[in-house]
T-cell receptor
Framework: DTAVSQTPKYLVTQMGNDKSIKCEQN?????MYWYKQDSKKFLKIMFS???????INETVPNRFSPKSPDKAHLNLHINSLELGDSAVYFC???????????????FGNGTRLTVT | DAKTTQPPSMDCAEGRAANLPCNHS???????VYWYRQIHSQGPQYIIH???NNETNEMASLIITEDRKSSTLILPHATLRDTAVYYC????????????????FGQGTILTVHP
């Protein structure tokens, strides 16, 4: 009964490859996010989607393309992987409260991406 | 969103209360104080949030000073499983659509609970 699940948990790949990370939430939330945690442990938002519509794109290179087939899924596709893309990627979701932004985010357990 | 300052690390004995401070001296009137924690190899977990009044839930209590420039997260009876990085975040309650869901994480406080 995992609320926010990501696959795979670990991903090791070579530079130049294209890879995808999948995320699914069963909480009925309208909004989903991708966050990146770098080697210094800082967590930063990359994207957010509300009902399949992109809301936030935090100056992420266009090699990163989120895809939301429905509001329960937000996948992250990365083209031409670079060494600097190595990080832990977290998916999250929250309900969308109109006019208010108090809803906590629920995070998955992350995908550790290693680019060699 | 306002910046927060937290001590880099704290220790606590198992069974005792853990009091984690946070300074947010530039907080504005519509900004809430949120606490999340991240246990090793897991995603961040929401703990509690508040605006002005003190808050309590099954996990913790949040004490916000009257001037709202600082707050304290209290874990009343810390256990070994509470060892984690604790993040204090201030977040606007109403913001432009481009800020929705944007949590600005700092370095947090590494809380170590020892037997």
């Amino acid at each position: 009964d995992t609320a926010v699940s990501q696959t795979p948990k670990y991903l090791v790949t070579q530079m130049g490859n294209d890879k995808s990370i999948k995320c699914e939430q069963n909480l009925g939330h309208d909004t989903m996010y991708w966050y990146k945690q770098d080697s210094k442990k800082f967590l930063k938002i990359m994207f957010s989607y509300n009902n399949k519509e992109l809301i936030i794109n935090e100056t992420v290179p266009n090699r990163f393309s989120p895809k939301s087939p429905d509001k329960a899924h937000l996948n992250l596709h990365i083209n031409s992987l670079e060494l600097g893309d190595s990080a832990v990627y977290f998916c999250a979701s929250s309900p969308h409260d109109r006019g208010s932004y108090n809803s906590p985010l629920h995070f998955g357990n992350g995908t550790r991406l290693t680019v060699t | 969103d306002a910046k927060t300052t937290q001590p880099p690390s704290m220790d606590c004995a198992e069974g005792r209360a853990a009091n984690l401070p946070c300074n947010h001296s530039t907080i504005s009137g519509n900004e809430y104080v949120y606490w999340y924690r991240q246990i090793h190899s897991q995603g961040p977990q929401y703990i509690i949030h508040g605006l002005k009044n003190n808050e309590t839930n099954e996990m913790a209590s949040l004490i916000i000073t009257e001037d709202r420039k600082s707050s304290t997260l209290i874990l009343p009876h810390a256990t070994l499983r509470d060892t984690a990085v604790y993040y204090c975040i201030v977040r606007a309650s109403r913001a432009g659509g481009t800020s929705y869901g944007k949590l600005t994480f700092g370095q947090g406080t590494i809380l170590t609970v020892h037997p």
